[in-house]
């Protein structure tokens, strides 16, 4: 078949106005466009409108009443969704959500049941969808990451700590993400303030203003940090790099992910990893990676800052998971899956 695929990549979230800097599920969209695009077997949209299509293949990676609209201009259309969101991923992000998760499981199964096939981003995330009752094909395809726009830069790293003070021998711990419950805000400034001796940096705004989960407790910590806490605030996709650069560890206190973008960013930049030992991680990422709990983190936050070798040893395990999920892999996964709904595989 020489005919190019035609696909509609859709990212609209339900809260616009609450999404403005976006987050991982949009930066993965964004990723898988630019990867797209450069393919010859395909002709692919970011957003398409109606007038643009009809589409073979209409994937979803935000949920929303747009899919019904898309939907129904076309009954040929293949019907995708990445399922960054599940259940689950409500607890911590936004108030009150343990009363009303079997609601919002309910809601997902709405979009994700309609679909030809669901993208689960990480083995974990598979069974997870079952146990929510999707019905569809699903299909373990990991997230990408684009090794051209993140990458180890020395001129970067001594540009940024100067711009912060902070010298070349200071350790710096960074974290991205949204600055809310989920996320682990509150134990990265609670070992922030635990180990004065470095440098702590959470670049990420808070998403949902008031109705962000633990906003009260966030709040209080925002008026006043820890004098090592480090807080640029959102950042634009395209000038993460930096902050990556910038870092010697990448300390990660999400409480759930499904396949975490930003530890993929700091994999592609060779940044030990210290994650929270939750199981999402283990089976895609380990043994490249040092799991710490509540117990044992400011021990291990120690032990990797103070020995070089050991940074180092992680450092190129690191760079193993970017080279294992490169988005050009990804990208060539999500195609076999097109061409397979279509029938030309």
Known sequence: MNKKIKVNLLFKPGIPSARKKGGGDQTACKMLYEALKKRN???????????????DI???????????????????????????????????????????????????????????AVIAV???????????????????IPNGIDLSLFKKDEKLRKEMRKAFSISDNEIVLLSVGHIIKR???????????????????WVGGIPFSFF?????????????????????????????????????????????ENFSIAVLEASAVGLPLLLRDIEEYKAPLSPHYIPWNENDVIQKIIQLAEDKSLREEYSKRATEIAKTYNIEKTTEATVNLYKKLLGIL
């Open 183 to 201: 996320k682990g805000f509150d134990t990265f400034a609670k070992v922030a303030e635990a180990l004065p001796q470095y440098k702590f940096v």
């Open 58 to 116: 209409l994937h979803f990676h935000s949920l929303g009443d747009v899919l019904f609209k898309y939907a129904k201009q076309s009954s040929d259309s293949k019907i995708v969704f990445t399922a960054h969101v599940i259940a689950d991923t409500m607890l911590g992000s936004a108030i009150l959500a343990e009363r009303w998760k079997s609601l919002f499981a309910q809601y997902l199964l709405l979009f994700y049941n309609q679909a030809d």
């Open 41 to 55: 077997d395909v002709e692919v949209y970011y957003n398409g409108t109606l007038k643009e299509g009809p589409y």
């Open 212 to 256: 962000s989960g633990g906003y009260g407790e966030i709040k209080k910590i925002l008026k006043d940090p820890p004098p090592n806490l480090i807080l640029p605030g959102p950042i634009p996709h395209e000038e993460l790099n930096k902050f990556y650069n910038m870092a010697d560890i990448f300390f990660f206190p999400s409480r759930q």
């Open 122 to 140: 990480s083995p974990l995330e598979v069974e997870k969808l079952k146990e929510m009752g999707v019905k569809s094909e699903i299909i373990f």
